[in-house]
């Protein structure tokens, strides 16, 4: 039942990238210019994002189908509960079994109303994450279901304790890897492990490893969604914002330095956010043993 892969090389880990659904042609461009040069890297999965309250469906749809027909990629395609009744959720679902995709990242979402005011589920909708996770489980055992963790806890968790039950709940639901949210800190992310092992929670929790191609735009998206940016980090970007060369290369160094201290630690599998760009995960997968071995499909 369980779907994490050996990697094919043995002491390499596995890696995975999330992508997210293009707006324009020239950013669908640059998204399968990436996906051209990250395919030959033979990635355990890709996922592409759903976007806020579900503003990206058609496009999610889109991208995952294409992904399907012309690479040998395993897309997994992130769905949310917000602002949609039960029906809409399990019509996406449907679709996808149909197309052939067997992985989807189950979660609850963003209120509409904006981060940080209350979430409210739509009344004919999927009450929690969970709810989701059985449903699609129950229609489709054969769908592979990943879902979310926090390892500073979620902005909305009351404490720790909390935080992990909802993930605990997940699992139970059906829940087979949870993917973090980024972090810098790997003592935040051992940390929280020992409290999900310390629950019963035996799944795969994926490090979600975010390369900063733009510090100060990161630092500011990812600190709405809870990530401590220490400030040691800070301090390795100050006096470049207008150097975007060494920028890129001190992003490249501290992504693969973080990647590289957790792999000395022991862990295996890493789910990098490309921002759909190729250039620093290629870097960093390259520093963890990955070569490039043309699995993309002939044309
Ligand atoms: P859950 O797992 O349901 O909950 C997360 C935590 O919040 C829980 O631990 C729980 O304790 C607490 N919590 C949840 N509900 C409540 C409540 N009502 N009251 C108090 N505490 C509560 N968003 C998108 O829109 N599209 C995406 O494609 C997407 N992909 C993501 C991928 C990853 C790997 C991660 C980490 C996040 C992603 N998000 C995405 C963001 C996510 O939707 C938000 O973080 C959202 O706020 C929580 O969704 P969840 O599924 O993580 O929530």
Not at 121 to 131: L, R, V
Not at 247 to 266: E, F, N, P, Y
């Given at each position: 039942?369980?779907?994490?892969?050996?990697?094919?090389?043995?002491?390499?880990?596995?890696?995975?990238?999330?992508?997210?659904?293009?707006?324009?042609?020239?950013?669908?461009?640059?998204?399968?210019?990436?996906?051209?040069?990250?395919?030959?890297?033979?990635?355990?999965?890709?996922?592409?994002?759903?976007?806020?309250?579900?503003?990206?469906?058609?496009?999610?749809h889109?991208?995952i189908?294409?992904l399907?027909?012309?690479?040998?990629l395993t897309?997994?395609?992130?769905?949310?509960?917000?602002?949609?009744?039960?029906?809409?959720?399990?019509?996406?679902?449907?679709?996808?079994?149909?197309?052939?995709?067997?992985?989807?990242?189950?979660?609850?979402?963003?209120?509409?109303?904006?981060?940080?005011?209350?979430?409210?589920?739509?009344?004919?909708?999927?009450q929690?994450?969970?709810?989701?996770?059985?449903?699609?489980?129950?229609?489709?055992?054969?769908?592979?279901?990943?879902v979310?963790?926090?390892?500073?806890?979620?902005?909305?968790?009351?404490?720790?304790?909390?935080?992990?039950?909802t993930l605990?709940?997940?699992?139970?639901?059906?829940?087979?890897?949870?993917?973090?949210?980024?972090?810098?800190?790997?003592?935040?992310?051992?940390?929280?492990?020992?409290?999900?092992?310390?629950?019963?929670?035996?799944?795969?929790?994926?490090?979600?490893i975010?390369?900063?191609?733009?510090?100060?735009?990161?630092?500011?998206?990812?600190?709405?969604?809870?990530?401590?940016?220490?400030?040691?980090?800070?301090?390795?970007f100050?006096?470049?914002?207008d150097?975007?060369?060494?920028?890129k290369?001190?992003?490249?160094?501290?992504?693969?330095?973080?990647?590289?201290?957790?792999?000395?630690?022991?862990?295996?599998?890493?789910?990098?956010?490309?921002?759909?760009r190729?250039?620093?995960?290629?870097?960093?997968?390259?520093?963890?043993?990955?070569?490039?071995?043309?699995?993309?499909?002939?044309?």
């Amino acid at each position: 039942e369980m779907t994490e892969t050996t990697p094919a090389t043995p002491n390499l880990p596995n890696i995975s990238f999330e992508f997210f659904p293009p707006k324009t042609e020239e950013m669908d461009r640059t998204l399968w210019d990436t996906i051209e040069r990250l395919a030959p890297l033979s990635p355990s999965f890709v996922s592409v994002t759903y976007g806020a309250g579900g503003s990206t469906r058609e496009r999610t749809h889109a991208t995952i189908v294409r992904l399907l027909k012309e690479t040998n990629l395993t897309p997994a395609a992130h769905l949310t509960c917000v602002g949609a009744p039960k029906s809409e959720i399990d019509d996406v679902v449907s679709r996808y079994h149909e197309a052939g995709v067997r992985h989807i990242v189950a979660l609850r979402g963003d209120p509409t109303t904006g981060i940080g005011t209350p979430y409210v589920a739509h009344e004919d909708g999927y009450q929690t994450c969970a709810d989701l996770v059985a449903s699609i489980r129950k229609r489709y055992s054969d769908i592979d279901v990943t879902v979310s963790a926090y390892p500073e806890k979620h902005p909305e968790s009351a404490d720790f304790s909390a935080d992990i039950d909802t993930l605990k709940a997940k699992v139970d639901a059906g829940a087979t890897r949870a993917i973090t949210q980024v972090f810098f800190d790997n003592d935040l992310y051992f940390r929280y492990l020992d409290k999900v092992r310390a629950r019963g929670i035996d799944i795969p929790v994926l490090p979600g490893i975010m390369p900063m191609h733009n510090f100060k735009q990161a630092r500011n998206f990812v600190t709405r969604a809870g990530t401590t940016v220490p400030d040691w980090l800070a301090e390795k970007f100050d006096g470049l914002d207008d150097d975007a060369e060494t920028r890129k290369l001190v992003a490249a160094t501290v992504a693969a330095g973080q990647v590289q201290k957790l792999a000395k630690a022991g862990v295996n599998d890493f789910h990098f956010y490309t921002m759909n760009r190729a250039d620093l995960v290629f870097a960093i997968s390259h520093l963890l043993g990955f070569r490039p071995n043309g699995a993309r499909k002939a044309a």
